[in-house]
DNA sequence: TACATGACTATCC
DNA sequence: GGGATAGCCATGT
């Protein structure tokens, strides 16, 4: 059974809309905390990772970092793609355009 | 309860 | 600029 702390955190992520990434320090922030590393954990562990768009979550630098969803990094790319994210090496292209700030919202 | 680990982040050399 | 270390909170064993 998933944790308040791990609720919080899938909510969080279904916050963030198409074309749109963020970073386990600003979802950390959001929920007015600093456990990015639980964030991380809880994002990981998503039960429904069709669902929550864990994909959307990138590291700090804009770097992908982990995925644990199937396929891996590969898939995490290419969803982001997919939603107009382009992606190389790695890393986010124009990061800080698609970064995606919970308290400015969306508009 | 205590120890170890993690889809991280910031600092130091 | 790159590699290594410390800090952080929660989860799992």
Not at 32 to 46: I, L
Not at 49 to 57: D, I, K, L
Not at 63 to 79: D, F, H, I, P, V
Not at 96 to 101: K, L
Request: charged fraction near 30%; charge should be positive.
């Amino acid at each position: 059974m998933a944790t308040e702390f791990q609720k919080r955190v899938w909510k969080t992520l279904e916050l963030i809309p198409e074309g749109r990434v963020t970073t386990y320090g600003a979802i950390a922030a959001y929920l007015d905390t600093k456990a990015v590393r639980a964030v991380g954990s809880a994002v990981g562990k998503n039960p429904k990772a069709p669902e929550v768009p864990c994909h959307r979550v990138v590291k700090a630098d804009g770097r992908l970092g982990n995925y644990s969803g199937k396929g891996g990094q590969t898939t995490k790319r290419r969803l982001l793609e997919n939603e107009g994210v382009m992606v190389k090496e790695g890393r986010i292209v124009a990061f800080e355009e698609h970064f995606f700030d919970f308290e400015k919202g969306d508009g």
